[in-house]
């Protein structure tokens, strides 16, 4: 009996194995043979990663090349904390060479988290030296111990890039800078942001116990760069531009100051300098308002400069001419307010040209009056005013001019000499680019085109023009204007010997927001030269200086020397012929019949 149940047990043991064998073998089977091309899959999927491979940021360069922004590898420095044993004599050698203080270090190198940042950039010197300083500590801990406990570890880096600019603060308010993320956040960096940001690559890896397995390595979508933007703006003159207005506005105690170079007949900007500037790779504690660019964000009422688009204005309508002779008190009245010239005076016989050459705001008046409100309403809109110029340039603003429809009765005659209205500094070159270019108004332009990665240029052809006065108008008011620069005029500081000169002063009454009200005055003066043929515009613009403030004093020294420079830079022959002479006052006129 008991030998029969044990031989039952025996066979049932003996079938259950045969059917766990039977059961195993199909499984196996079908691991190996039909399932095995999806767990390979599977086990590649959890074994392999991906990572970006950071794309560089395209250059901004002058119109030689010269860089002012560019992109430079470097290292982002992490620890992992949780293979940090040395704390302290790691803090102790790796705190000198980062420039931090040991203790915050310390403390940073200290807990369980495996990805800590130390710093989110430092050049490729430092960390090679950090490498070799911490290597050379454990080869000597090595050899002194004859092992590896007591070696320091924790430190590693990925590669990224850091934005430089070689330049400084040189045309910072048009480069802009980048944020810590490295995208744009001011000026160009900022407005082009989508132009210059590369596409980022990526790489695939092994990884095992959160480490890359080496040679695993493979790119599967390869990097690309940035494209780089060429300005308009020579280096060179963009620093004589900015050391003359630096020292303008320091000297006038003035509140700011811009000056811009730029060629009438392309629109090309060949200098746009400011000042108080910054450095735009040291952002840190600077006051967010000198990132801004006062050349096309500031407004303000142009004052005599804006007398140019009302006479312009008077003879395209066939109104006057440049000996047109205007009976000139020195004040007049409009409904209920009278308007002065600078200075009293004896009742007066001068010519346009004589009133442009002494500003007169009562010869203004009388020239605005001899054409419609809507009439010179329409020639500041062709001009550009209350319109953007289409720089480029981020938060440009257009100024303001009031409809006809909202004018007052003193509006008008406000107008004509160049108030009531507010315009940029980029707008009012933009006018007497219009001038000195024959009429015809060209889009400012600071881009030359760009680059793309696989170095191939596309030049900026997509340049607006515009005729606005008759070329006759044009060559007559620049003869005007020449009368301006001479020593019967309000701006001989301009003059530039062996070139012919034109240009007009302004000085004008500042709107202060915070009371609504007149306070200060903006100084300007814009001219061109040689103006017999323009070559080149050049403004410049001082806000709220301290002490004399008249244009002509303190902006004609800084055109002398800047435009003194542009010609002689770009090889401008020497005028050849002397001005055309048009009588200031009847005076002269009678002699020259």
């Given at each position: 009996m008991a030998s029969g149940l044990f031989e039952k047990r025996i066979r049932c043991l003996v079938a259950v194995s045969l059917v766990l064998l039977i059961t195993f073998s199909i499984r196996l089977i079908d691991v190996q043979a039909v399932r095995a091309a999806?767990?390979?899959?599977?086990?590649?999927?959890?074994?392999?990663?991906?990572?970006?491979?950071?794309?560089?940021?395209?250059?901004i360069t002058d119109v030689n090349g010269v860089e002012f922004a560019r992109s430079v590898t470097a290292y982002r420095l992490l620890v992992d904390q949780a293979i940090v044993d040395f704390p302290r004599k790691l803090a102790a050698?790796?705190?000198?060479?980062?420039?931090?203080?040991?203790?915050?270090?310390?403390?940073?190198?200290?807990?369980?988290?495996?990805?800590?940042?130390?710093?989110q950039s430092v050049k490729p010197a430092i960390w090679r030296k950090l490498q070799e300083a911490i290597t050379q500590y454990n080869d000597e801990v090595s050899k002194e111990d004859g092992g590896?406990?007591?070696?320091?570890?924790?430190?590693?880096?990925?590669?990224?890039?850091?934005?430089?600019?070689?330049?400084?603060?040189?045309?910072?308010?048009?480069?802009?800078?980048v944020n810590q993320s490295g995208d744009g956040a001011a000026g160009l960096e900022y407005s082009m942001n989508s132009t210059l940001s590369g596409v980022n690559g990526e790489y695939t890896y092994a990884n095992a116990a959160g480490a890359i397995i080496p040679g695993t390595q493979k790119i599967t979508v390869e990097e690309k760069r940035g494209n780089t933007i060429r300005l308009t703006?020579?280096?060179?003159?963009?620093?004589?531009?900015?050391?003359?207005?630096?020292?303008?506005?320091?000297?006038?105690?003035?509140?700011s100051g811009t000056v811009i170079v730029m060629d009438p007949a392309t629109g090309a900007i060949l200098a746009h300098a400011t000042f108080p500037t910054f450095e735009p790779g040291k952002t840190k504690g600077v006051d967010s308002r000198r990132w801004q660019n006062p050349s096309v964000q500031e407004v303000y009422e142009p004052g005599s400069t804006g007398k140019v688009i009302t006479f312009a204005a008077a003879m395209q309508e066939?109104?006057?001419?440049?000996?047109?002779?205007?009976?000139?008190?020195?004040?007049?009245?409009?409904?209920?307010?009278?308007?002065?010239?600078?200075?009293?005076?004896?009742?007066?016989?001068?010519?346009?040209?004589?009133?442009?050459?002494?500003?007169?705001?009562?010869?203004?008046?009388?020239?605005g009056e001899m054409i419609s409100h809507e009439k010179?309403?329409?020639?500041?809109?062709?001009?550009?005013?209350?319109?953007?110029?289409?720089?480029?340039?981020?938060?440009?603003?257009?100024?303001?001019?009031?409809?006809?429809?909202?004018?007052?009765?003193?509006?008008?005659?406000?107008?004509?000499?160049?108030?009531?209205?507010?315009?940029?500094?980029?707008?009012?070159?933009?006018?007497?680019?219009?001038?000195?270019?024959?009429?015809?108004?060209?889009?400012?332009?600071?881009?030359?085109?760009?680059?793309?990665?696989?170095?191939?240029?596309?030049?900026?052809?997509n340049r607006k023009s515009d005729r606005i006065i008759s070329a006759q108008t044009a060559s007559r008011l620049r003869a005007m204007m020449e009368s301006v620069v001479s020593s019967s005029g309000t701006a001989p500081q301009a003059a530039i010997t062996g070139y012919r000169v034109a240009g007009k002063t302004g000085t004008a009454k500042r709107i202060d927001d915070s009371c609504g009200c007149y306070r200060g005055y903006t100084s300007s003066f814009i001219g061109f030269a040689p103006a017999e043929s323009p070559k080149f515009v050049?403004?410049?613009?001082?806000?709220?200086?301290?002490?004399?403030?008249?244009?002509?004093?303190?902006?004609?020294?800084?055109?002398?020397?800047?435009?003194?420079?542009?010609?002689?830079?770009?090889?401008?022959?020497?005028?050849?012929?002397?001005?055309?002479?048009?009588?200031?006052?009847?005076?002269?006129?009678?002699?020259?019949?």
């Open positions: 999806g767990y390979a899959n599977k086990a590649d999927l959890e074994l392999t990663k991906k990572s970006i491979i950071l794309a560089p940021r395209g250059s050698i790796a705190a000198p060479i980062l420039n931090i203080d040991k203790d915050y270090l310390e403390n940073k190198l200290i807990g369980e988290r495996r990805y800590v940042v130390i710093s590896y406990a007591n070696e320091l570890a924790g430190f590693f880096a990925e590669r990224i890039y850091a934005r430089e600019y070689p330049q400084g603060g040189l045309a910072a308010a048009v480069i802009g800078f703006i020579d280096r060179d003159i963009q620093w004589i531009a900015q050391r003359e207005i630096r020292k303008a506005v320091t000297k006038a105690r003035a509140q066939g109104k006057v001419s440049p000996e047109t002779v205007l009976t000139v008190p020195d004040k007049i009245k409009r409904y209920d307010k009278v308007f002065h010239d600078h200075d009293p005076h004896p009742v007066l016989r001068l010519t346009l040209t004589g009133a442009l050459a002494q500003s007169s705001n009562v010869a203004s008046i009388k020239v010179l309403h329409d020639y500041l809109i062709k001009f550009g005013i209350a319109n953007k110029t289409g720089s480029g340039l981020p938060g440009e603003e257009s100024g303001k001019l009031l409809e006809v429809s909202e004018w007052s009765g003193t509006t008008a005659p406000t107008v004509a000499f160049g108030q009531g209205y507010s315009l940029t500094a980029m707008q009012a070159t933009s006018v007497f680019a219009t001038i000195a270019n024959d009429g015809v108004r060209v889009a400012p332009m600071l881009i030359a085109g760009t680059t793309d990665a696989g170095g191939r240029f596309s030049p900026n052809e050049a403004s410049v613009t001082i806000q709220d200086p301290k002490g004399v403030y008249y244009g002509g004093y303190l902006g004609g020294p800084v055109f002398r020397e800047v435009m003194g420079f542009v010609l002689r830079d770009q090889r401008i022959p020497l005028s050849d012929s002397g001005r055309v002479g048009y009588a200031l006052d009847e005076g002269d006129l009678k002699k020259k019949s």
